[in-house]
């Protein structure tokens, strides 16, 4: 005997299974959200305590860092000064060989290095300058890079390079003066 199922009755405890699977997910899906909602409150919890210790870690190491800063720039200065080599007092022997007529607008003293720009009245003062660095203890090989006239008639800017490789030994002629 053949049934046909399409005519069948559905069986009266059929609907009550279905209504109790769709509460048992509806169940289960409220436990879930509870869950994640009990997770999520914990991991906030745990970066706020996270932020926290960030921030004071940031906190002593700002500190640190104020009460490091006057060793490490004094490191650095030493450091350069013993990398660079320099002669303190070679820039006070350039002022010394200054002429009347010429005076100086930058002096830049590093890396064994020294760079001067200035302004003369004459271009024949900024080769008479020229001149007496070669004199000055600590100044080797200056170079005249360019002499022009300025915006004021009658006075020329100039810049002059030179190496200064080093502290000199005490005594000897500044600037060609005894």
């Known amino acids: 005997m053949r049934h046909n199922l399409a005519l069948r009755r559905p069986l009266p405890h059929a609907a009550f299974g279905g209504w109790l699977v769709l509460v048992a997910v509806l169940a289960a899906l409220v436990i879930r959200w509870t869950l994640l909602g009990t997770a999520l409150a914990d991991t906030t919890a745990r970066i706020a305590t996270a932020q926290q210790l960030a921030a004071s870690v940031e ?18 200065v030493r450091d350069t000064l013993r990398s660079d080599a320099i002669d303190p007092g070679v820039l006070r022997r350039v002022e010394l060989a200054i002429p009347p007529d010429v005076w100086l607008v930058t002096a830049d003293l590093g890396h064994g290095q020294l760079t001067l720009d200035g302004r003369a009245m004459r271009w024949q003062d900024v080769a008479a300058f020229a001149d007496a660095l070669q004199r000055v203890p600590g100044v080797t090989n200056p170079d005249i890079s360019s002499v022009s006239q300025w915006q004021t008639a009658g006075e020329f800017q ?3 390079v030179a190496a200064a490789p080093g502290p ?11």
């Not at 190491?61 to 650095?76: C, D, N, S, V």
């Not at 005490?170 to 005894?178: C, E, K, L």
Request: hydrophobic content about 45%; overall charge positive.
């Open 59 to 76: 906190h002593q190491l700002t500190l640190a860092q104020r009460r490091a800063a006057p060793r490490l720039q004094a490191a650095a």
């Open 158 to 160: 100039f810049h002059i």
């Open 168 to 178: 000199v030994a005490a005594g000897g002629p500044i600037g060609g003066r005894r």
